[in-house]
């Protein structure tokens, strides 16, 4: 009984980010395709699967932990996070992966389930020049707090409305 009420709050706590997302969108007349999927993926081959979307347009949200605080770092979920050149170009010797922990208490979303939007949380956005690439997709599709929800918008519209810092932080 415990662990359903326990999975039920985690849900519930993060409807609340996707609400927010939902609405950011809508205040700033951003068109949006809102894809509906399962939720038991465990790798971005599986969700980008899921969502029936390319995965190079996969945004990977992560939270790290610097010096000085925490960040939000995306990339594209086709990618790794290479956290050398990562570290020189935030010039810290401390980097980490926030634990879920943390995560849950600076976004209220469950691992998987974050946004590329740090702004929601009060971080910086750091953002891989990768995913930004419009070679072959203008648009890029992410989880908007919930594992069974995703969003998918354009590259300049994202652009836009985070303005993050553009890096070169994967391989």
Same mark, same amino acid.
């Given at each position: 009984?415990?662990?359903?009420?326990?999975?039920?709050?985690?849900?519930?706590?993060?409807?609340?980010?996707?609400?927010?997302?939902?609405?950011l969108?809508?205040?700033?007349?951003?068109?949006?395709?809102?894809?509906?999927?399962g939720?038991?993926?465990?790798?971005?081959?599986?969700?980008?699967?899921?969502? %029936?979307?390319?995965?190079?347009?996969?945004?990977?949200?992560?939270?790290?932990?610097?010096?000085?605080g925490?960040?939000e770092?995306v990339?594209?979920?086709?990618?790794?996070?290479?956290?050398?050149?990562?570290?020189?170009?935030?010039k810290?010797?401390?980097?980490?992966?926030?634990?879920?922990?943390?995560?849950?208490?600076?976004?209220?979303?469950?691992?998987?389930?974050?946004?590329?939007?740090?702004?929601?949380? %009060?971080?910086?956005t750091?953002?891989?020049?990768?995913?930004?690439?419009?070679?072959?997709?203008?648009?890029?599709?992410?989880?908007?707090?919930?594992?069974?929800?995703?969003?998918?918008?354009?590259?300049?519209?994202?652009?836009?409305?985070?303005?993050?810092?553009?890096?070169?932080?994967?391989?």
């Amino acid at each position: 009984m415990e662990e359903k009420e326990s999975m039920e709050q985690e849900e519930q706590e993060s409807e609340e980010v996707f609400d927010k997302l939902k609405k950011l969108f809508d205040d700033n007349n951003i068109k949006y395709n809102l894809l509906i999927h399962g939720g038991n993926a465990k790798t971005s081959e599986e969700v980008a699967k899921l969502r %029936g979307t390319p995965l190079e347009t996969g945004a990977k949200a992560m939270i790290i932990k610097i010096d000085d605080g925490f960040i939000e770092v995306v990339i594209p979920a086709d990618k790794k996070f290479a956290s050398r050149p990562a570290k020189k170009f935030l010039k810290t010797d401390c980097l980490r992966f926030g634990t879920k922990e943390e995560l849950k208490n600076i976004t209220n979303c469950i691992q998987g389930s974050v946004p590329p939007f740090g702004s929601l949380f %009060g971080l910086k956005t750091y953002i891989d020049e990768k995913l930004m690439d419009k070679t072959n997709y203008d648009f890029i599709s992410f989880n908007g707090g919930l594992r069974t929800k995703s969003f998918q918008i354009k590259k300049d519209d994202y652009l836009k409305l985070e303005n993050p810092i553009l890096c070169n932080i994967c391989k």
